[in-house]
Structure formats: structure tokens, C-alpha cells
């Protein structure tokens, strides 16, 4: 039971959210050349209460690959958190994984995307993703890989969640399954990873939802202690606007570091027509020394990194709706 102090809380949350929402929007319709600064301090996203649930996946969850006793767990823990929101519906959805020929694990193995939708009060839906598996290695918890970005969109449910539909378009929620490779096989975008996410957009292209997607943000290996997010080159253009312009107006402009091509859940979307964007640090240790090895542990991630992230994306999501948005 949420207690009255709680309900305040959540409601001064809300409150302060849409304040600075519809701040935001009328900024962007008067097509302010320089947008007002945002003090970060201003916008609500509890990086120490993400960053313990960190700690929870990789300490007592710990490896997550797919169609394990790890990945079972970590799909209960994901909707148990979600229907304790308010506002949020929360589904799981199967699929199946063929693997590779001279993979390590062969043959069929069923993986499952978990999906949370916030309504919204205007047609379309804004998709905020992770991935929550890990890399197929003795001792590998991921702690930024699949880890971090899986507890910051945890705690953006929580911030947004509420009783009534959020102003703008509905936001959903999806943590996909399978975006690792069956090792020893190299990574395909085809054949040998992104099953979950592949498996979503050839599904949603077939049923003809796939228009409802105005937007994709997906995040991943976002709690780099030393972060520093990559300019994915294949990230659609207003989309990278809209971000390198919020992480100035928190004054977070050098979040931003470098360009690279990035193959990851995003593609199967944006070939298929969706606007993408992929937030991620793909520099994790020195020359990425971390990635895929036993140093991606929670010692190398930090909270104050889900925060800037979590925010970056709250600070993002006004601008999103102005301009992919349905215009009635």
C-alpha cells in the first residue's frame, strides 16, 4: 500500500515534470534558437535507487543469458517492479532463437522480450529500450552491458508513472532479449544476434503496427564510470539533435564524444522506416577493454553515470513529442 507521504511525493514528481514539459514544448514551438539551461538537480531520476538495482541484477540475478534460469528471473523481477507502478501495464512476449551452426549452445531456444506501456492523451508511441541479457562467458554479470540500461529504464517507469495518461504520446517500454551472439560464431545483424529486437520489428512490420512507432530510443552500456556516449552514425538526424541539444541544456554537452557506425537492437527498426537512435558508450575501459570480459562488473559502472543518462533521456522526451509527434 502506498503510503499519503508517497502519494505526495510521486504527485510533486508529476507535477514538476509537466512544468518543465510544457516549458519545454513552447520553447520548441517558438523555435528558441538557444534553449533555457535546465538545472539537472531539477529533474527527477533517482540514480542511487537505479544503481541499487544494479546491484540486485548482478549480485543475486547475475548472468542473464537467454533461455536460462538468470533470464527467467530477471523477467519476473522486471513486471514484478512494473505493476507495483501506477499507469503501467506490463506483458511478456516469447520467441525463439536458432542458433548458429558451430555455436557453442545449438538448436532452438526460447528467449522473451518484456514489454511496459505508459498511455498517452495523443496517438503514437515513443519505444525507450534496452537489452537485458548477457554475453555467453564464464563469469559475466554485465554489469554495463545489459545491466545498466535495464535498471535506468526501470527507474524512467517509475518517474513516470501516474494515474492519469502522460500529455504527449504513450511511452513503451521494452527490454528485449537475445541482442547477444551464440559465441564462438562471429556477430551477424541477420543471423547471429538482436533476436529479440528482430524478432519485435518483422513482427509488428507484419501486423501493421509498426506506424505507431514515432520514435526509438534505445539505450545500452549506459553506467560507464567513465562515460562517454558515441555519435551512432545511422541514428536518424533529429533524433541526435534533440539529445546533443538536452545534454546542453544540462550542461552535459561533453556526454557526447566521438562517431562511430554501432550494430545493436535499433537496426531491424530503422530499416524497416522508424526514426532510432542509439545512446551508447561503446568505449568501455581503455581501446573497450571491458566489453564482453570479466572486468564489466559493478566496480567500473557508477550511479552518478545512470543519472545523467536518465536524465538525458526525461530532459529528451518533450522534444520527441514536438516533433515526431501526430500533428491533430
Known amino acids: 500500500m502506498i503510503s499519503h507521504t508517497m502519494r ?6 508529476l507535477i514538476g515534470l509537466s512544468v518543465f514539459i510544457i516549458a519545454t514544448l513552447v520553447s520548441c514551438v517558438d523555435n528558441d534558437p538557444k534553449p533555457p539551461s535546465i538545472d539537472p538537480t531539477s529533474i527527477p531520476f533517482d540514480e542511487q535507487r537505479a544503481f541499487s538495482d544494479l546491484v540486485y541484477l548482478c549480485d543475486e540475478i547475475g548472468a542473464r543469458r537467454i533461455g536460462t534460469k538468470g533470464s527467467k528471473r530477471t523477467q519476473e523481477w522486471i513486471t514484478s517492479t512494473m505493476n507495483g507502478l501506477s499507469g503501467w501495464t506490463s506483458s511478456i512476449d516469447s ?4 542458433t548458429p551452426k558451430n555455436s557453442r549452445r545449438r538448436g532452438e531456444i526460447e528467449g522473451a522480450n518484456v514489454f511496459a506501456k505508459r498511455q498517452g492523451a495523443k496517438p503514437g508511441e515513443i519505444w525507450i529500450c534496452s537489452h537485458y541479457d548477457t554475453f555467453d562467458k564464464p563469469g559475466f554479470v554485465g554489469a554495463n552491458d545489459g545491466g545498466s540500461s535495464t535498471v535506468v529504464l526501470l527507474e524512467l517507469a517509475r518517474q513516470l508513472q501516474g494515474e492519469q495518461p502522460l500529455n504527449g504520446m ?9 541482442e547477444e551472439s551464440f559465441p564462438p560464431v562471429p556477430w551477424d545483424d541477420d543471423v547471429n544476434s538482436t533476436f529479440g529486437s528482430r524478432f519485435v520489428a518483422n513482427t509488428k512490420n507484419e501486423d501493421g503496427s509498426l506506424k505507431d512507432i514515432k520514435a526509438f530510443v534505445l539505450l545500452d552500456m549506459v553506467g560507464d564510470k567513465q562515460l562517454g556516449l558515441v555519435k551512432d552514425s545511422t541514428s536518424h538526424g533529429a533524433l541526435k539533435k534533440i539529445f546533443e541539444q538536452s545534454s546542453q541544456q544540462l550542461g552535459d554537452g561533453n556526454i557526447f564524444v566521438g562517431q562511430k557506425k554501432v550494430s545493436d537492437d535499433h537496426i531491424h527498426f530503422r530499416k524497416l522506416g522508424v526514426p532510432t537512435i542509439d545512446i551508447i558508450d561503446f568505449n568501455f575501459g581503455p581501446a573497450n577493454s571491458y566489453w564482453h570480459t570479466t572486468k564489466d562488473v559493478l566496480e567500473n559502472t557508477s550511479a552518478e553515470s545512470l543519472g545523467r543518462v536518465g536524465r538525458l533521456v526525461l530532459v529528451s522526451l518533450p522534444s520527441i513529442n514536438a516533433k515526431f509527434g501526430v500533428k491533430l
Open 95 to 98: 520467441f525463439v532463437a536458432v
Open 8 to 13: 505526495i511525493f510521486r504527485h510533486t514528481i
Open 170 to 178: 504513450s511511452i513503451v517500454l521494452c527490454w528485449f532479449d537475445g
